[in-house]
């Protein structure tokens, strides 16, 4: 919750649950007080890495690609759900000023970790990059 735009509160004295602060959510660019509409996304999706090298991976990668935090957002619980598994070629952020943002983090967690973007998904991320800059 260190993402917080205003100072965040808890549920108890105890700080162990976040209850509310100020976050925007990159893929809708709508803003959230409450931490219980957020989910921690992915951006990069585990199902995905793991068909595209990450089986390969031992334990102990799996848990850094999966807990690195280049790759972690917090979004709007709805929207992260209709994301799911998916790429950026059957899914995009419906808020446009972040697409090309999007495209890169995406593309440069996959370089990070040596993930194996399929020729069709590399064509089709590329030309939506060119179409972000055009738009």
Aim: charged share 25%; net charge neutral; hydrophobic share 35%.
């Amino acid at each position: 919750m260190r993402y917080s735009l205003a100072p965040i509160t808890y549920t108890d004295a105890r700080h162990c649950q976040v209850k509310g602060g100020l976050w925007m959510d990159p893929y809708t660019g709508q803003f959230f007080e409450l931490a219980s509409d957020l989910d921690v996304e992915h951006i990069v999706p585990l199902k995905w890495a793991h068909e595209r090298g990450g089986a390969e991976w031992s334990r102990e990668q799996k848990r850094a690609f999966a807990e690195d935090p280049d790759n972690l957002w917090l979004v709007d619980d709805g929207r992260n759900q209709s994301k799911g598994h998916k790429g950026p070629d059957e899914w995009m952020p419906p808020y446009g000023p972040v697409r090309e943002y999007y495209l890169r983090r995406f593309l440069g967690i996959a370089e990070k970790y040596g993930l194996q973007v399929r020729a069709a998904e590399s064509q089709l991320i590329l030309a939506m990059l060119a179409g972000t800059r055009k738009g």
